[in-house]
């Protein structure tokens, strides 16, 4: 018999930062500045930051449901994995829902799209459906389908193996140009006296898509020595 051990070895992660300020110009029109940071490592992008600001619609906001569109630009400034960088005025436009189901579950859905004035064929769009389910009042299960697409994704270039001959070039990897992620989260909510009710805020709900993340993931190495 030989001597087993495991090694864990961080592999890829995802993180997401984002923060909007949204201003109201009469009950239907208004506007908003945002900023949002992105790590998103499964799709070959080790740092992404996004500023832009731009109008909102609102085409109705009840108590039980709520549609709201947006339309601005952006500036982006993006570094792959692999240390390339590049920086563009940007596009964006945006549709939201919200649909209540008694006071404790919602369903959202958002659509987002993102284009690259510089070169219009490079766009990304993210379609994120999401069930929320209040379990008390500061806390919510929710569950969230997103797909996120990338018309041109990130393309790194990948060294040879060791065992390679000498002299072999770089391999050029194309990450995917879609991206679908299934998640489930607990939700913490810290001051519950702000929002109508236990499902949450139709204002705060609704109006900036946040992609679920996917979570650092780790490669397992067995090694053995006779």
Not at 20 to 38: D, F
Not at 41 to 51: D, E, K, L, P
Not at 171 to 200: H, K, M, S, W
Request: glycine share 8%; charged share 25%; proline share 6%.
């Amino acid at each position: 018999t030989g001597d087993v051990s495991e090694e864990t070895k961080l592999t890829a992660e995802q993180y997401l930062s984002a923060g909007k300020y949204p201003r109201q110009i009469h009950a239907r029109l208004g506007w908003y500045g945002s900023l949002r940071w992105t790590r998103n490592q499964f799709a070959g992008i080790q740092n992404r930051s996004i500023v832009g600001a731009g109008l909102s619609y609102s085409f109705f906001s009840t108590d039980v449901h709520k549609l709201v569109t947006e339309a601005g630009v952006d500036y982006t400034d993006e570094e792959s994995l692999d240390g390339d960088s590049r920086s563009f005025a940007g596009a964006r436009l945006y549709g939201g829902y919200l649909r209540k189901f008694g006071k404790n579950a919602e369903f959202t859905s958002d659509l987002e799209f993102l284009m690259n004035l510089d070169d219009t064929e490079d766009w990304r769009a993210n379609w994120i459906n999401s069930v929320t389910a209040t379990l008390t009042e500061r806390i919510a299960l929710k569950f969230s389908d997103a797909m996120m697409y990338d018309d041109q994704p990130v393309v790194v270039l990948v060294a040879p193996d060791d065992d390679a001959p000498i002299g072999t070039p770089d391999a050029p990897y194309v990450f995917d140009e879609l991206d679908p992620i299934l998640t489930a989260a607990v939700v913490i909510t810290f001051c519950p006296d702000d929002r109508p009710n236990a499902a949450g805020s139709l204002r705060s709900r609704v109006g900036y898509p946040a992609p679920p993340l996917k979570g650092p993931t780790s490669e397992r190495a067995r090694v053995s020595s006779a």
